[in-house]
């Protein structure tokens, strides 16, 4: 068994334009002083890394790494988050997904497809530089407004949504599979590949794919009232990163899973800062103990009511208690008898015969 590694803090919820959060020195200072020895870095601020170049020059790379563990931490993975989601985008959420690209491929959903999937192609090569073993992404959605079957779905439509989804994410795994490095899917509400069942159909659809992995946030599955922990049973093999975040589902007579239409804050189910909400984080943790998980605890800090910096404090103290360093040796080695296989073909009767 291996003892996990942590903690570290996933950037994105708090980059901002104004100090310490506006540059990947200044930030990772910032975390080592709140106590954690890693950062989650998204390619999209070029403040931060300059994914291009990462993708072309370890010298690059191998400055960004000292700059950063200068600092006090290491980089752990690289997010593609964003650039996942853009792989597949169905026609309603057009506008709303434009956002999160480059204007110039605004309104032309086959451009900001290749955009996103340049990216990702960049982003495995990067992270290949940087040493680094996986990368995080959305797997975008093409089904997910059809999730409810009212209207009746047709005959087949599931199955070509998830045929598509394969034909588009499978050459960018090839390339992640040249560059040695995991594809671990956020299984989450809003993509295509969101519980257990969805992420099956995909992996049948990419044939299997030894880079088509998970990372693992309990906090998606409290939500949706899926049982986290015997994910972790299924899934272990699969499982490449790990997101610590804290959520709780209060369903009430008037509001449940669809939440309404309703902000965070009134929500039955939200998200909350470590150890504010409903999850067994003592039980997560020893799970992935046991099947030997040798990745990171990232801290991903989302909270309707706690300010992130409390929430980041707390949480890097949080991960560090919930960190179980593993036995070498078994519990009961003190009363080892120490003999040998002829002692015990004797035990055994087996001598006997």
Known sequence: ??????????????????????????????????????????????????????????????????????????????????EGQLVAVHPAYDKLFDAFAPKAVHGDPAARMEWAATQLKLAARASANLGLAAQAAFSGALLWPMLYPWPQRPPGLVELGFEELGRRWRPILDVFEEAGVDCCYELHPGEDLHDGVTFERFLDSVGGHARANILYDPSHFVLQQLDYLEF???????????????????????????????????????????????????????????????????????????????????GAAFIESHIIRVTDRAFDDFAAAGLDEAANREILGLNRT
């Open 1 to 82: 068994m291996r003892t996990l590694q942590g903690p570290a803090i996933f950037l994105a919820q708090f980059m901002a334009e104004e100090a310490p959060f506006n540059d990947i020195e200044a930030m990772a200072r910032w975390a080592a002083d709140l106590g954690f020895l890693g950062v989650q870095v998204p390619i999209g601020n070029p403040a931060f890394i300059d994914v291009a170049l990462a993708a072309e020059s370890r010298d690059y790379c191998d400055d960004l790494k000292g700059r950063v563990a200068d600092c006090g931490v290491e980089i752990t993975e690289l997010s593609t988050h964003l």
């Open 232 to 314: 972790i049973d299924i899934y272990h093999e699969r499982i490449r990163m790990f997101h610590v975040k804290d959520a709780e589902f209060r369903p009430t007579g008037r509001s449940g899973v669809y939440g309404g239409y309703q902000d965070w804050i009134d929500r039955p189910g939200r998200f909350r800062s470590l150890g504010d909400g409903q999850i067994d984080f003592h039980a997560i943790f020893s799970k992935l103990a046991q099947y030997d998980y040798a990745g990171w605890a990232v801290l991903e800090w989302e909270c309707a009511l706690k300010h992130p910096e409390d929430g980041a404090r707390e």
